[in-house]
């Protein structure tokens, strides 16, 4: 198992910067890739970014040079540094690690909130 905690939403107007973080425990040897998704109210969880065991990363669209994606595999953390945020941006923001065997974990969310 893998357990995962969120850390760093919060409420920013519309052209500032968030910077979220998750930090993997418990069978850390087992992960393949972490990322981050999204869920708006009323909308689908959707892919935000991800990060491989080889540091190749990948983003949605809508995110692609504003968001970027980071991590440390010495220190199980992945951080998602969010820049030029827009109000759709605005949902719960959910860590997640795949492992190499197929399995996803999740954190528990995190509310990020664009808003002037």
């Known amino acids: 198992q893998v357990q995962l905690v969120e850390s760093g939403g919060g409420l920013v107007q519309p052209g500032g910067s968030l910077t979220l973080s998750c930090v993997a425990s418990g069978n850390v040897a087992s992960i393949n890739s972490m990322g981050w998704y999204r869920q708006a109210p009323g909308k689908q969880r959707e892919l935000v970014a991800t990060i491989g065991s080889d540091e190749s990363s990948t983003y949605a669209d809508s995110v692609r040079g504003r968001f970027t994606i980071s991590g440390t595999n010495a220190a199980n953390t992945v951080i998602l540094q969010m820049d030029s945020l827009k109000p759709e941006d605005t949902a719960v923001y959910f860590c997640?690690?795949?492992?190499?065997?197929?399995?996803?974990?999740w954190g528990q969310g995190t509310q990020v909130t664009i808003s002037s």
């Open positions: 997640n690690a795949v492992a190499w065997y197929g399995l996803h974990f």
